[in-house]
Every structure is written in structure tokens, then in C-alpha cells.
């Protein structure tokens, strides 16, 4: 069988930042996929499912109520790996593009204070399964890194 893109990654020289992961076009419309990198691939702590589910709901609630993003987002979710997130944008976008909305959304969960959208029994299957603390903990350090961003942050490793 042929490889998915995803799996032709080299993960082994791979570090945080924001990829570009994809371009897929639907009818005439271009769905870019980034690669939200949060952890270095096999060399640490992957994020727990709780705080990566919180993570989950916080960015795919800021980024479905943003006024420019509302109706460009596609999907915001976490990889299997548990290393970071993908989000699909409609449009034909680089990773320089969703640099100032990435920042925004780990931003916000990083500050974020209350309950936890989508966090009850009735709206979440796993609602149980959330640590906003350490989502926090995880959006501040994320936060850093795209306040420091370089070449190698941005393009995947060869």
C-alpha cells in the first residue's frame, strides 16, 4: 500500500511549529490541513488525552466563533499520536498565513477561565476525561514557541 502523506514525514529531525501539512481541493474550493506541532515526535512526553481533549474543545469552539475563521475552519482535532493538533482551512494558505491565528486561539486557551465548552455529561462523550490546568500549562508553552519562530518551525525536515 502507498504511505499517507502524513506517514512520509521524517519524525525523527521533526520540531514544534506550525506545517503545512496539505492541500486538498473539493469541488473548487482548496482545504489546506496544518500540522500544529506541539511535542517533538518520539523524543517527548506525548500530551495526556485529557488536556489534549480540552485543548480540543477550547479550539474548536474559539476558532467556530471567530469573526474571520468562523466559516473558514474545517476541522480542529488532535492527532492520534497525541503530539499536536490538525486544522483544515478553507483556502489556499502557508503556514506564515495562520501564524497570527494560531497565536490567538493558544492565547485564548492558555488565559482560559470558567467551564469548559462542551464539558457536561449531555454534551461530550468523555466529558469526564478534561484537566484545563494543564491545557493551559500546554497552550503557554506552545505560546512561546510561536513567539519564536523559525525556518526549521515552519518546513518539514527532508
Known amino acids: 500500500m502507498k504511505k499517507i502523506a502524513s506517514f512520509t514525514v521524517n519524525h525523527i529531525d521533526l520540531l514544534r511549529g506550525v506545517y503545512l501539512s496539505r492541500k486538498d481541493v473539493v469541488g473548487d474550493q482548496v482545504l489546506t490541513t496544518f ?11 506525548v500530551l495526556n488525552t485529557a488536556e489534549i ?9 474559539f476558532l467556530r466563533n471567530h469573526p474571520e475563521y468562523d466559516e473558514k475552519t474545517v476541522y480542529f482535532g488532535p492527532m492520534g499520536c497525541r503530539t499536536g493538533f490538525y486544522v483544515i482551512f478553507k483556502g489556499n494558505l502557508e503556514s506564515k498565513d495562520i501564524l497570527s491565528i494560531v497565536t490567538e486561539l493558544f492565547d485564548f ?12 455529561a449531555r454534551d461530550c462523550g468523555n466529558y469526564l476525561d478534561m484537566n484545563l490546568p494543564m491545557a ?3 497552550a503557554q508553552k506552545y505560546l512561546e514557541l510561536l513567539q519564536n519562530l523559525g525556518d526549521e518551525n515552519l518546513v518539514y525536515p527532508e
Request: cysteine-free; aromatic content about 6%; overall charge negative.
Open 53 to 61: 481533549h480540552t485543548l480540543e474543545h477550547l479550539g474548536a469552539t
Open 109 to 120: 486557551a492558555a488565559s482560559f477561565e470558567g467551564e469548559i465548552p462542551g464539558g457536561s
Open 35 to 45: 500540522d500544529l506541532r506541539m511535542k517533538e515526535p518520539n523524543r517527548e512526553p
Open 136 to 138: 493551559k500549562y500546554e
